[in-house]
């Protein structure tokens, strides 16, 4: 297997007691990569790749993804059409670039959108309690409490199946799981001795706020908002596959999939590329996301 | 007791806003929802017949306690499509997702609890690398490509199961199971991603803990330590994320039904979506929806049984002020 499964755990292992207690000797004496490995400059690539393909797409010298009949269906790949055309004879290639910017333009969006409002709600309601956090929790169950994915649905279906819909509609799924995660967070260093010493000591609470729990909150909440951005992308890309995002002859991954789906027997190449983008795009962010918190030295553990 | 008190006021206030939202679904409906539930082609006279029928030409309010007061006498109003009142239709089709529900997460227990705990405690060794990284893998792989792959290599290939379609319990445990399995792991993998992360990163930060050093200073076996000190405080976190790991399972169980073509609440909603049939939408999200509160109060409940710390935490709130 390739070297993901190297590097993919956290790079700064060594500062785990827990290696230490339960395998000792395991890792030489204080090995603290402090590095970003090959991977993560691998994955950053694909998703530059992806970013600028996505941008320029206009420009770049493919075919028209929505022409019918300018090539034979279902031909294999070739230099003509480098990953081949699909069942109507579109270039798969084109087809995959232009279908990346629905994909990146809904995951960013929308975890911007959640970070902020969530991010906000979670700490105000995890360090304040009471009356307070009652409140804020209970507006985000209220969001929680419907499945992700069916919220997305129903906001989509009733709304009607648009760009700008499925972006708010997933924009929305993300304020409720940051919340969430921040607030849990920030309850548990309102609790440490470093908190209430500084609330022994006086200390105003927007100060305490800002100075002693989002440092150790911010990193847990970023970590989390990188993997929203994939979340969303796979969102985007299931609500696309049930046909309730943008509307074919416009390729998403998702569409894309659904149709290839149809052919699957016949032309399974149809379904694959869409499918792989996805999976290395989304496999990337979580990556990048993931070394990032290494790198950052976001522990494990608890102290 | 009063833990529980609170617990339950908040899920009768989710429940609450959980029906709000549902019923606003219909007014999000471009244009008038009759004309949109009728299609381009109704009359102007069924167009105010079905107003009248919904009660759509009254004020908000009086439409929406006279739609839930329908709905908690079980009433979930009638198809405009086929005719059939959608709460039948949705028990007709909900043992099917429950099923697939269950068995995935039969699958997924079974396949993350040893991995997550032998990944914790080998950390960093080959089999944490290849726990880590697998479930890292399957993070990126969404039910719908997991299925895409399974149907095109153990039914299109192979022909070992069927590619779509749903023998019921009644016709033998086993010919069930055959349409069940590719539908369940295709649901389960996620999950095992998942909860092995959680239960990893979990029994690490335990096993950092006073505690677990001081049952090796005692000489415990590792063994011990991992299952009887470890592995219930990581359970915590685990029950927490399973609990919310629902909602994706449902909305994963849409998908897959859909492709599976088994008779689920999924694909009677997705059916409906497609038919125009919004009234069964309506009835099938509102159902999912309290269902998976129903299910997160449960959870919620669970935690003081699993984690003695949270017991004073109202205590420790307290506090901090």
């Given at each position: 297997?390739?070297?993901?499964?190297?590097?993919?755990?956290?790079?700064?292992?060594?500062?785990?007691?827990?290696?230490?207690?339960?395998?000792?000797?395991?890792?030489?004496?204080?090995?603290?990569?402090?590095?970003?490995?090959?991977?993560?400059?691998?994955?950053?690539?694909?998703?530059?790749?992806?970013?600028?393909a996505?941008?320029?797409a206009n420009?770049l010298p493919l075919d028209n993804p929505?022409?019918?009949?300018?090539?034979?269906?279902?031909?294999?790949?070739?230099?003509?059409?480098?990953?081949?055309?699909?069942?109507?004879?579109?270039d798969?290639l084109s087809r995959?670039v232009f279908?990346?910017?629905?994909?990146?333009?809904?995951?960013?969006?929308?975890?911007?959108?959640?970070?902020?409002?969530?991010?906000?709600?979670?700490?105000?309601?995890?360090?304040?309690?009471?009356?307070?956090?009652?409140?804020?929790?209970?507006?985000?169950?209220?969001?929680?409490?419907?499945?992700?994915?069916?919220?997305?649905?129903?906001?989509?279906?009733?709304?009607?199946?648009?760009?700008?819909?499925?972006?708010?509609?997933?924009?929305?799924?993300?304020?409720?799981?940051?919340?969430?995660?921040?607030?849990?967070?920030?309850?548990?260093?309102?609790?440490?001795?470093?908190?209430?010493?500084?609330?022994?000591?006086?200390?105003?609470?927007?100060?305490?706020?800002?100075?002693?729990?989002?440092?150790?909150?911010?990193?847990?909440?970023?970590?989390?908002?990188?993997?929203?951005?994939?979340?969303?992308?796979?969102?985007?890309?299931?609500?696309?596959?049930?046909?309730?995002?943008?509307?074919?002859?416009?390729?998403?991954?998702?569409?894309?999939?659904?149709?290839?789906?149809?052919?699957?027997?016949?032309?399974?190449?149809?379904?694959?590329?869409?499918?792989?983008?996805?999976?290395?795009?989304?496999?990337?962010?979580?990556?990048?996301?993931?070394?990032?918190?290494?790198?950052?030295?976001?522990?494990?553990?608890?102290? | 007791?009063?833990?529980?008190?609170?617990?339950?006021?908040?899920?009768?206030?989710?429940?609450?806003?959980?029906?709000?939202?549902?019923?606003?679904?219909?007014?999000?409906?471009?244009?008038?929802?009759?004309?949109?539930?009728?299609?381009?082609?109704?009359?102007?006279?069924?167009?105010?017949?079905?107003?009248?029928?919904?009660?759509?030409?009254?004020?908000?309010?009086?439409?929406?306690?006279?739609?839930?007061?329908?709905?908690?006498?079980?009433?979930?109003?009638?198809?405009?499509?086929?005719?059939?009142?959608?709460?039948?239709?949705?028990?007709?089709?909900?043992?099917?997702?429950?099923?697939?529900?269950?068995?995935?997460?039969?699958?997924?227990?079974?396949?993350?609890?040893?991995?997550?705990?032998?990944?914790?405690?080998?950390?960093?060794?080959?089999?944490?690398?290849?726990?880590?990284?697998?479930?890292?893998?399957?993070?990126?792989?969404?039910?719908?490509?997991?299925?895409?792959?399974?149907?095109?290599?153990?039914?299109?290939?192979?022909?070992?199961?069927?590619?779509?379609?749903?023998?019921?319990?009644?016709?033998?445990?086993?010919?069930?199971?055959?349409?069940?399995?590719?539908?369940?792991?295709?649901?389960?993998?996620?999950?095992?991603?998942?909860?092995?992360?959680?239960?990893?990163?979990?029994?690490?930060?335990?096993?950092?803990?006073?505690?677990?050093?001081?049952?090796?200073?005692?000489?415990?076996?590792?063994?011990?330590?991992?299952?009887?000190?470890?592995?219930?405080?990581?359970?915590?976190?685990?029950?927490?994320?399973?609990?919310?790991?629902?909602?994706?399972?449902?909305?994963?169980?849409?998908?897959?039904?859909?492709?599976?073509?088994?008779?689920?609440?999924?694909?009677?909603?997705?059916?409906?979506?497609?038919?125009?049939?919004?009234?069964?939408?309506?009835?099938?999200?509102?159902?999912?929806?309290?269902?998976?509160?129903?299910?997160?109060?449960?959870?919620?409940?669970?935690?003081?049984?699993?984690?003695?710390?949270?017991?004073?935490?109202?205590?420790?709130?307290?506090?901090?002020?």
């Open positions: 297997m390739g070297p993901s499964l190297v590097t993919v755990p956290e790079a700064s292992g060594a500062e785990d007691r827990s290696v230490l207690l339960l395998s000792p000797g395991l890792l030489g004496e204080g090995v603290r990569k402090r590095h970003l490995g090959v991977l993560f400059w691998v994955s950053a690539g694909w998703i530059t790749l992806i970013v600028m996505a941008i320029l420009a929505t022409a019918i009949g300018n090539a034979a269906p279902g031909l294999g790949p070739s230099w003509g059409h480098l990953l081949g055309t699909d069942e109507l004879g579109r798969l995959v279908g990346a910017r629905i994909s990146l333009i809904v995951g960013v969006t929308s975890t911007v959108v959640g970070l902020l409002i969530g991010g906000t709600l979670g700490l105000i309601a995890g360090y304040f309690g009471g009356i307070v956090d009652t409140f804020i929790s209970g507006a985000v169950n209220v969001l929680l409490a419907f499945p992700s994915l069916i919220l997305a649905l129903a906001i989509v279906t009733f709304a009607g199946p648009s760009l700008f819909h499925v972006t708010i509609a997933i924009g929305v799924l993300s304020i409720a799981p940051l919340a969430r995660v921040v607030r849990a967070n920030t309850i548990g260093y309102a609790r440490r001795e470093f908190v209430q010493a500084a609330q022994v000591l006086g200390v105003r609470q927007r100060r305490i706020i800002f100075r002693e729990i989002v440092p150790n909150v911010l990193p847990t909440a970023l970590s989390v908002a990188l993997v929203t951005v994939p979340a969303a992308i796979l969102a985007e890309g299931a609500l696309s596959f049930l046909g309730l995002s943008i509307q074919p002859p416009t390729p998403s991954w998702g569409n894309m999939i659904s149709e290839g789906r149809d052919v699957l027997a016949k032309y399974p190449l149809i379904a694959l590329w869409p499918c792989l983008c996805m999976l290395l795009t989304v496999l990337a962010l979580n990556f990048i996301g993931d070394e990032v918190r290494a790198y950052f030295d976001v522990r494990e553990g608890g102290l | 007791m009063r833990r529980f008190t609170i617990k339950l006021i908040e899920l009768v206030v989710v429940v609450f806003f959980v029906s709000i939202f549902t019923f606003l679904l219909l007014h999000l409906l471009p244009g008038s929802p009759a004309q949109s539930i009728l299609g381009a082609s109704a009359t102007p006279h069924a167009v105010d017949v079905l107003n009248k029928a919904l009660n759509l030409d009254r004020p908000l309010p009086v439409q929406y306690v006279d739609w839930i007061g329908h709905i908690v006498r079980g009433n979930f109003g009638t198809s405009y499509v086929n005719g059939q009142p959608v709460g039948q239709a949705i028990l007709q089709h909900l043992p099917v997702t429950l099923e697939l529900m269950v068995l995935s997460q039969l699958i997924a227990f079974a396949a993350a609890i040893p991995l997550g705990i032998w990944a914790a405690y080998r950390k960093n060794t080959w089999v944490d690398r290849i726990a880590t990284g697998g479930s890292f893998a399957l993070l990126a792989l969404p039910p719908f490509i997991l299925a895409l792959i399974f149907v095109y290599v153990f039914a299109v290939r192979w022909h070992l199961f069927p590619a779509t379609g749903f023998t019921p319990l009644s016709a033998g445990l086993f010919e069930n199971l055959r349409t069940m399995i590719l539908p369940a792991l295709s649901l389960a993998l996620g999950s095992v991603a998942i909860y092995v992360r959680v239960l990893r990163s979990e029994m690490i930060t335990v096993l950092e803990e006073n505690f677990i050093t001081a049952a090796r200073a005692k000489g415990m076996p590792s063994w011990w330590i991992l299952l009887r000190h470890a592995f219930r405080p990581a359970t915590f976190a685990l029950v927490t994320v399973a609990g919310v790991n629902i909602g994706y399972l449902i909305g994963g169980s849409f998908i897959v039904e859909d492709i599976f073509a088994l008779p689920g609440v999924g694909l009677l909603t997705v059916d409906s979506i497609f038919s125009r049939d919004y009234v069964t939408v309506q009835g099938c999200i509102l159902v999912v929806a309290i269902g998976f509160v129903v299910i997160n109060f449960l959870v919620d409940l669970l935690y003081p049984v699993l984690d003695p710390r949270t017991r004073d935490a109202r205590i420790g709130r307290m506090a901090v002020h």
